[in-house]
Nanobody, 122 residues
């Protein structure tokens, strides 16, 4: 009942910028935390950035200072602003959310988007 859809990926030159979006729809009471992961060919999936419901964010060291994660709670949308992109940022980027679907003493669940390709190349 919960769906995450990423958008905004594409091809960009080194030093350029992209803004990824992740729209969350379905049965949502509260989005506890959201994050962006990425996976390059032949490499394991890597956590890039996270943001809590209170707006606290964290980043993997390799993107700190270049990427900014944010969320629009009214629209249930997550963003990743990526500046000063490098070829090593090339990967499929995945949106992830920890969601409580309805009020009450119930557990949260994890949800993933299908990914959006980001390619940084000259």
């Amino acid at each position: 009942q919960v769906h995450l859809v990423e958008s905004g990926g594409g091809l960009v030159q080194p030093g350029g910028s992209l803004r990824l979006s992740c729209a969350v729809s379905g049965s949502i009471f509260s989005i506890r935390a959201m994050g962006w992961y990425r996976q390059a060919p032949g490499k394991q999936r890597e956590l890039v950035a996270t943001i809590t419901s209170g707006g606290n964010s964290d980043y993997v060291a390799s993107v700190k200072g270049r990427f900014t994660i944010s969320r629009d709670n009214a629209k249930n949308t997550l963003y990743l602003q990526m500046n000063s992109l490098k070829p090593e940022d090339t990967a499929v980027y995945y949106c992830h959310a920890i969601i409580q679907s309805r009020p009450g003493n119930i557990p949260t669940n994890d949800y993933w988007g299908q990914g959006t390709q980001v390619t940084v190349s000259s």
